[in-house]
């Protein structure tokens, strides 16, 4: 599942608000995080490739909730996905569910 949560951290004195792009894996419960300072297209695609990376493999269906990253339209109980989330489908084969946040 990946989801993104927001954090202020102090550096070199200055306060920061970023934005954390967290992935938890459905049987084991591990997770990854990686810090960004925007929550854009960009940073869901590279957020995705690194934890792929380091994971050594692909989930074969990821969750993600209805972010704006990652869908374009809603059509009834459907979603049209934005093209980046297309491009990562059939890059890295996975399949998208989509969940309604809590």
Do not use: Q
């Not at 927001?6 to 997770?31: E, K, Y």
């Not at 493999?57 to 980046?84: C, I, Q, S, W």
């Amino acid at each position: 599942e990946f989801d993104w949560g927001v954090l202020t951290l102090w550096i070199g004195g200055v306060r920061r608000r970023l934005h954390m792009a967290v992935f938890t894996l459905d049987h084991s419960n591990m997770r990854k995080a990686y810090l960004f300072s925007r929550e854009d297209t960009l940073a869901l695609m590279e957020a995705n490739r690194n934890c792929f990376r380091e994971l050594g493999g692909t989930p074969r269906v990821m969750a993600y909730d209805n972010m704006r990253t990652a869908v374009k339209k809603f059509l009834g109980r459907d979603r049209e996905h934005t093209d980046a989330l297309l491009r990562m489908e059939v890059h890295y084969c996975f399949t998208p569910h989509f969940c309604n946040p809590r």
